[in-house]
Nanobody
């Protein structure tokens, strides 16, 4: 199983980015997938999650609720994180992860499959 996050970059405060998480040797639609981030000098924190396609649930950290949206495209075996109204404090390396074969959104808190991160930098 492999996960690969992409889509990071440099954006001005107030801007938007969309991150993608592609799965290899796993069908992501069957499982919960989470997004996490780690800012310089800080611990990794949970950002968002999406349950399996049958669970159809999402959840967000308070710090991003209303600004970020997680979704999936099963045909592309991809989970997205749309990030709007970005702030400098959103600057971090973003990772996607899963606690496979668990299906729920909550299960990602105990993720044991991680992909390489993608750097998001928000300038003020």
């Amino acid at each position: 199983v492999q996960l690969q996050a992409s889509g990071g970059g440099l954006v001005q405060s107030g801007g938007s980015l969309r991150l993608s998480c592609v799965g290899s040797r796993i069908t992501l639609a069957y499982y919960g997938v989470g997004w996490f981030r780690q800012a310089p000098g800080k611990e990794r924190e949970w950002v968002s999650c999406i349950g399996s396609a049958t669970e159809n649930t999402t959840d967000y950290a308070d710090s991003v609720r209303g600004r970020f949206a997680v979704s999936r495209d099963a045909t592309k075996n991809t989970v997205y994180l749309q990030m709007n109204s970005l702030k400098p404090e959103d600057t971090a390396i973003y990772f996607c992860a899963g606690n496979f074969p668990e299906r729920t959104c909550e299960s990602v808190r105990e993720s044991d499959y991680w992909g390489p991160g993608t750097l998001v930098t928000v300038s003020s």
